[in-house]
């Protein structure tokens, strides 16, 4: 007992430290601005000739960007450019003014994976107010309200449940809109979503900084008295990423990941849930030796900061909830096992699978997932590069796979490209079949997947796969997903292709960037399977099967009714069970099925067909070989 007791108190102490840590870091957004600007004109020519190079070379959606949204990027670079030939250091423009534009080029494709990052001090910040607010309905409209508070901070008749009004003195939901389309998504669903999460939250790695120093709130207090409020902005670290997104790597180059969600996931953590950052001791979807539960509901899980799982009561019935928060992990096999243990242990008649807000990660962990919901064999999503001449030498360099990142199957198309006049390479798949099949199903009641217009990217496909797979009905908050259909890489890694293995390219055309800058780009776009097939995801995202209005209570209470709206498409879908068991006696096999909802099993034995089974009217069935 007594070393128990030493063991929680150094926990205790080792949380507390860390809260204090963080608390230490916050600084005004004044203050923060006063260490930035450090750019020379030089190293401001360099970045949009970069920029330049990696959206004219590389980025695979150039020509469906240009034609849907009626931009030219490549266009607003080389006038930038040009117009910097006429700049010195002392009539360049404000370091701020030359970020905002590249920032502005870069969000007018729309395209959350192709960004302009920027350098010191701003990677690694993020911008914040001490709150949260999300939007609901009822019967007299929408209605945007406080849902978090960071722990400690108070304000007259303020707290979840307060309801917002107008912003800066502008009412709430033109704000919202106005802000959305400085930080546009595929859709109009999408710019909605990211213009209501960045009104109090900016990663200003790939944001621009706040223009104003503080912000005016009116609301309407928890007595529903008029109130107003002015918050000072803020800046802090946040926590770091799981992947060096700029090395070698399988889980750098094998990346479907939205950084802006990314990035807001681990702030919101940071700010809102300590609990999980310290079990994650500081890391991002960290893997704990033991099981932990986060709240008292959950299930315990080693990955805390990507699944929460719980048993759910609904109008309509228990089921099982799983939220995955994220597929930004190292290792897909642990996440997709992690999957399937959790699972097991939620009720099998029903499971409530909901990725909202989920910014996607790792492609393998999304694709390698499905085959445990599905007896039919996954086909994963096909990619596609741009044929450029820059794309071809990467392919070309890595055909072989000398070093971890197989290009292989892309080389040969994109070498003919110039002989064809094709405009993409041959579509060839990121995820290995075998690996998306290696397991099959292992959850076989009826499941619901709920989306909203933050899913994006790995999620996208894992959304993509879920419907081209007929595995379930799929339940949106929005009409639509964000969109977002492709493998993206940053400079870094690009860079780093052309020069490993030794040795370097010596005519690589990428430099390295100044004070810590990156941009990122999509490299490779997905394709829909099924019904679909050759569909991009991109733009296009994956539509709901029905769609549900977040209320006051879904905000307040733990999303009772669209549990309950999840419950009730789970209730109407068929309820299927498969339980196996066997025993080997000398060389006979004997194979005990308890099933229900079933019409038939069909026994493999080493990939080998061995028995079908009609099971029509029965609940169980037993086979036996030698």
């Known amino acids: 007992m007594a070393q128990t007791r030493k063991t929680a108190t150094k926990k205790a102490r080792k949380s507390t430290t860390t809260r204090k840590a963080a608390a230490a870091a916050v600084v005004p957004l004044p203050q923060f601005l006063q260490t930035a600007g450090s750019l020379t004109l030089g190293q401001r020519k360099l970045l949009v000739d970069q920029a330049l190079l990696l959206l004219e070379q590389n980025y695979v959606h150039l020509q469906l960007k240009m034609a849907m949204h009626a931009v030219n990027p ?70 945007y309200l406080v849902t978090r508070t960071v722990t400690g901070y108070t304000a007259p008749q303020f707290g979840p449940g307060a309801e917002v009004t107008h912003w800066n003195g502008t009412p709430i939901a033109r704000a919202v809109a106005l802000n959305g389309a400085q930080f546009a998504g ?20 790939i944001q621009s900084p706040p223009d104003e120093d503080w912000v005016t709130l009116s609301y309407l207090g928890l007595d529903g008295s008029a109130q107003e409020l002015r918050e000072q902005w803020k800046v802090t670290t946040n926590l770091p990423p799981m992947t060096d997104l700029d090395a070698l790597t399988p889980a750098a180059a094998l990346m479907g990941l939205d950084l802006d969600s990314d990035e807001k996931s681990r702030a919101k953590k940071a700010l809102y849930v300590r609990e999980v950052v310290d079990l994650e001791q500081g890391q991002s979807s960290a893997q704990l030796a033991q ?50 243990r959790l699972a097991a242990a939620l009720p099998q008649n029903g499971l409530i699978i909901d990725v909202r807000d989920n910014g996607g990660g790792h492609i393998y ?52 490209a110039t002989e064809t006049g094709a405009a993409y390479s041959a579509a060839k798949p990121i995820t290995p079949e075998d690996g998306a099949n290696a397991i099959g199903q292992t959850y076989y009641g009826p499941v619901v997947l709920i989306t909203d217009a933050r899913v994006y990217s790995a999620t996208d496909i894992f959304a993509a796969g879920f419907a081209d797979h007929q595995i379930g009905k799929i339940l949106g908050v929005d009409d639509n997903t964000g969109a977002g259909g492709a493998n993206v890489w940053t400079h870094g890694l690009l860079a780093t292709l052309l020069n490993e293995p030794q040795p370097p390219d010596p005519t690589s055309p990428y430099e390295a960037l100044p004070n810590g800058a990156n941009m990122r780009v999509s490299i490779r776009r997905t394709l829909r399977v099924g019904e679909l097939s050759g569909t991009p995801v991109e733009d296009l995202g994956v539509r709901p099967d029905s769609t549900h209005q977040l209320t006051r209570r879904d905000l307040l209470e733990g999303n009772v009714d669209l549990l309950d709206a999840a419950g009730a498409l789970l209730a109407a879908m068929p309820n299927r069970r498969l339980d196996v068991s066997t025993s080997l006696t000398g060389t006979k096999l004997t194979a005990v099925l308890d099933t229900a909802g079933l019409d038939r099993v069909d026994l493999y034995l080493d990939d080998r067909p061995i028995s079908s089974e009609d099971l029509t009217g029965r609940r169980s069935a037993s086979t036996s070989s030698t």
């Open 74 to 143: 490549l266009q607003r670079l080389r006038v930038m450019r040009a117009r910097m030939e006429r700049q010195n250091a002392e009539t360049m423009e404000a370091e701020w003014i030359f970020h905002r534009r590249m920032s502005s080029i870069f969000h007018s494709v729309r395209d959350l994976h192709t960004n302009y990052l920027l350098p010191a001090p701003f990677a690694g910040k993020i911008a914040f107010l001490p709150f949260m607010i999300e939007k609901c309905f009822d019967s007299t409209g929408e209605h």
């Open 186 to 205: 595929s859709n109009e669903a999408a710019n909605l979503a990211r213009g209501l999460e960045s009104l109090t939250l900016r990663p200003l790695v």
């Open 291 to 340: 099981p932990q539960a986060v709240g008292g509901a959950d299930l315990p899980t080693t990955m805390p900061g990507v699944f929460r799982a719980r048993e759910v009561t609904t109008a309509h019935g228990t089921f099982g909830h799983l939220r995955m928060f994220t597929f930004s992990v190292t290792d897909p096999v642990a996440f997709r096992d992690e999957f399937v």
């Open 365 to 416: 962990a999304s694709e390698f997932t499905l085959q445990t919901l599905t007896p039919r064999r996954i086909a994963p999503e096909p990619v596609q590069f741009i044929s450029t001449p820059l794309n071809l030498r990467i392919c070309r360099r890595h055909k072989d796979n000398p070093a971890g990142i197989d290009l292989g199957p892309w080389f040969e198309s994109l070498d003919l």
